[in-house]
């Protein structure tokens, strides 16, 4: 468990012990899964899974609760999954052929799954999906805008790194510059996204991206060390990061997008997932969950700690977590393609899985709603 301590507005925390869970598998991965596609929607976990043969398709499965409901296929990677309207996901990824980034919005309609698959046409290449506005779908674009004149009179320029498309339309992107955005979600009527300034640079920003006019705003004045996540607590107003370079959870206010505080919550916060009252935060090399109460925003606090029980080998990494919204269930996914030139990828240390026991169920019910 960690305990907290508050210093001139800056929230520390100090490991004084570590509680190993009990894990179940819900389901194995490829060994060479690269990707991370899990999230908890419309009563289901949905899990993305990668082809194990080159010529075969990408697939995406349902779980309610810890029982496979059903599963659908598409011909692109399964590399983000996002909750899209109420029974439906959106899975974004790459495709074999055509070699084109894909959108696939996946329908639960009573237990039954559905797809429908959008290519994403030569001219722009989808990597995250960061929300919708006036019936168009946003990306992001990290190698920007192949089409964009400007730069090819001055290389000094950020690139046009997002655009939007509709089922209809071709991609259109937005008159704004950015270098490398990784991710993002809407809150209300703007996207915030964050960024890295260049490939293996851990220099990154939040921004707050307005559709309407156009305006990029950074929160931050000076660059932060990785972020990785970024999430929205609505009952406060707050939206909370990872940054995963500098072991932090940092906190923004929304209206003001001054920072309000951080804390230390490990060293490599990879992904968060909200529950009730608590923020989960997933580590990703010390494979670890920390379970952060919110509800009093100015001082919140760690409730509980679940360490995974098995062995590199079988769990390599923490590169995603989801939480059941109605049990407070943690779910965790490890994806780190094994290298067949490299090593000899005999082990299966690619898989989903839950916590079970004591602890795991203490935070769910500190946390609950």
Sequence with gaps: ?????????????????????????????DKGEPFEGLTFHDGLLWVGKSRKEFNSHYSLEAYKGDTLLGSVTFPHSAAFVYPYST???????????????????????????SAKTKVVPVDAWARTWIGSHNGREYFTDPGGNPNDTAMSKDFSLAAQTFFTISPSSRPRYLPVRLRLPLG????????????????????????????????????????????SSVIHIASSGLLAMTAEGAGDLLFVDEKTLKE?????????PRSVAAYGKCLIIGNRDERNVVAVNTSNPLAPTV?????????????????????DLHSGQIYARSNY?????????????????????????????????
């Excluded at 964050?194 to 950074?218: M, V």
């Excluded at 990494?317 to 939480?323: G, L, P, W």
Aim: aromatic fraction near 8%.
């Design 184 to 227: 993002g979600i809407k809150v209300g009527s703007v996207f915030y996204v964050y960024n890295a300034e260049s490939i293996g640079d851990a220099r990154s920003n939040l921004y707050q991206l307005n559709p309407q006019t156009n305006k990029l705003t950074p929160v931050f004045a000076n660059f932060q060390n990785k972020i």
């Design 1 to 29: 468990m960690r305990g907290l301590a508050i210093l001139l507005g800056v929230w520390a925390s100090l490991v004084v012990g570590t509680s190993y869970a009990k894990t179940e598998t819900i389901t194995l991965l």
């Design 303 to 323: 409730v509980g700690e679940l360490a995974v029980d098995l062995s590199v080998s079988e769990f390599r990494v923490m590169d995603k977590v989801a939480v």
């Design 260 to 268: 309000v505080g951080r804390m230390n919550v490990g060293q490599s």
């Design 337 to 369: 393609a094994c290298n067949a030139f490299a090593q000899a990828c005999n082990d299966d240390w690619n898989r989903i899985i839950t916590f079970k026991g004591d602890v795991a169920q203490q935070i769910a019910s500190e946390c609950a709603p």
């Design 87 to 113: 029974h439906s996901v959106l899975v974004v990824g790459t495709g074999h052929t055509p070699n084109l980034t894909h959108y696939t919005l996946v329908e639960n309609k009573n237990g039954k799954l």
